[in-house]
């Protein structure tokens, strides 16, 4: 959320009191929108990666605490989980060498991480879901020793008024109940930000809405949940799930979970930030001071802080950002769909190609979302989470004929979209050799159809055949993937299996 909130109890009226105040946000915000007041376009980029810690043995540890203390940089901060971190990297422009420039960032940033985490025997771990943790790890007292976690946690408890129900069938079935929000805390993300004029906002996140699903079969990295084989991106059912405050009543009338991918293409971003008021009640109501219409009305730049406080509590996988920089409002698409890692270079090759998607998509002149309805994007989104890079997605016919087809995802990657990713990737003037060294990647994931995910399910029945048990199978998976992150090269190249000792 980012939001710095203090644990505490809500009188009966707060949420009214918030209700009218978000109204008022929602106003400054459409005022600030008439006005032009928004920040010119800056091609500014920034990203944030969720991590893991853990042990020799592969096994979460619940040490974020130390760990932050030990790294003592702003870059870093709690997550969800006392076995999560999160690293932001700074705004970039996107131009030039940028993407080898946040490479080089990124692999220092993580290795400083990763022996300051050393120095309490733990390490750190780039992937979308750990398959070492356990049900036994999903309880209240392993959360973040942060109020607003604890705060979060027991609003969305008591909304929901009975235990949360994870059940999601894949390769197995996996059914689980849990007392507290702390199953979300599994999912370790990539979230990708874009920073957007108001009258390119729709077309970019329309644009993000409909490659998501080509993101998840792609970058698929979380196959295993609580030592059971599920999605090949197990990280939004979970997400979702966990998150669910509708008791099954609720469901069954059709109201919207607080995770969710959408339910329409949009002609405005004040659309987005419309449905979260309209939909979702108030989780965290607590008012600041700040009159935003009286700030608006003086010619300044209102904070916005209960429309921003709100927004964080709706799980959009591409969400609406509102912010202030130098005093000077902005908003971004924030892309929250890809897993964490593998490597480096798999998570700028990510990059590469949905900066590079959303550029040339957002400036075609019949974009895809005139072309395919709202509802084959959502279809095609729960597909690739179920089956990755063996996905088939449903995408417009070429030329004008019009109607969709089910195509392989590595074959509308090869044939259509990665010149249009490069092309995007030109319109930011990204260095070619970078464009192409990255959307190589992409490239050849799709030649070998291996991902993070068809790497870790491969590895583990490998060691499954070899005579392990299910759980030291996980175990000897993971270690495995720890050192072959380390080493940095794409997850494409890494030969399958456990080396035998």
């Known amino acids: ?111 400083y991480a990763d022996r300051k985490a050393g120095e309490v025997d733990a390490g750190i771990m780039m992937i979308g879901i750990l398959p070492t943790l356990g049900r ?45 929000i702390t199953p979300e805390a599994a999912c370790t993300s990539l979230q990708l930000h874009l920073q957007v004029t ?38 939004p059912p979970l997400f979702e799930q966990a998150t669910d405050t509708r008791p099954p009543e609720l469901r069954n009338q059709g109201v919207r979970p607080r995770t969710w991918f959408g339910e329409k293409w949009i002609g405005s971003v004040e659309e987005l930030f419309e449905e979260n008021l309209r939909y979702f009640p108030p989780l965290l109501p607590i008012c600041d001071e700040e009159e935003p219409l009286r700030v608006l009305a003086d010619g300044g730049v209102p904070q916005l802080k209960e429309l921003v406080l709100h927004n ?54 019949r974009p895809v979302w005139t072309r395919m309805p709202f509802s084959a994007a959502a279809e095609n989104f729960e597909t690739a989470c179920r089956h990755g890079i063996d996905a088939e997605l449903l995408w417009p016919r070429p030329g004008r004929s019009g109607g969709l087809t089910r195509v392989p995802v590595t074959k509308l990657v090869r044939d259509e979209l990665l010149p249009l990713a490069a092309a995007g990737l030109d319109g930011w003037n990204i260095e070619p ?11 050849e994931r799709c030649k070998r159809r291996t991902n993070g995910a068809s790497w870790q399910a491969d590895t583990y029945h490998r060691a499954r055949e070899a005579g392990l048990d299910r759980g030291a199978a996980l175990a000897a998976m993971t270690r495995r993937y720890g050192e072959l992150m380390q080493g940095g090269d794409p997850v494409h190249s890494w030969p399958a299996g456990i080396p035998e000792a």
């Open 1 to 111: 959320m980012g939001e710095k909130v203090v644990a505490g109890a809500f009188d009966l009226s707060d949420r009214q009191k918030y209700r009218k105040k978000l109204h008022q946000c929602l106003e400054a915000l459409s005022g600030l929108l008439a006005e032009r007041r928004f920040d010119r376009p800056r091609n500014l980029m920034g990203m944030e990666i969720e991590l893991n810690l853990t042990g020799a043995d592969a096994m979460p540890k619940m040490l974020n605490g130390e760990v932050l203390e030990r790294i003592a940089s702003h870059d870093f901060q709690t997550e969800l989980g006392m076995f999560n971190l999160e690293v932001n990297i700074v705004p970039h422009h996107l131009s030039g060498r940028v993407l080898d420039q946040l490479a080089e960032e990124l692999r220092t940033g993580l290795g």
């Open 136 to 180: 036994d790890d999903m309880v209240r007292s392993n959360l973040s020793d942060v109020d607003r976690y604890a705060l979060l946690n027991d609003q969305m408890v008591a909304a929901r008024g009975e235990d949360f129900s994870l059940d999601i069938e894949g390769v197995e079935r996996l059914v689980a109940t849990a007392g507290s």
């Open 198 to 235: 108001p009258e390119r906002f729709a077309d970019v996140w329309n644009a993000a809405q409909a490659v998501a699903a080509v993101q998840v079969a792609l970058g698929a990295n979380s196959p295993f949940l609580f030592g059971r084989e599920v999605w090949r991106e197990s990280r």
């Open 312 to 365: 964080g509590t709706v799980y959009r996988w591409n969400r609406p950002v509102y912010g202030i920089a130098d005093g000077v409002p902005h908003l971004r698409v924030e892309n929250r769909v890809l897993p964490a890692g593998p490597t480096v270079a798999d998570v700028i090759a990510n990059t590469a190609l949905y900066y590079g998607l959303v550029r040339a998509m957002a400036e075609e002149s």
């Open 433 to 443: 050799a970078d464009r192409d060294h990255y959307l190589g990647i992409i490239e």
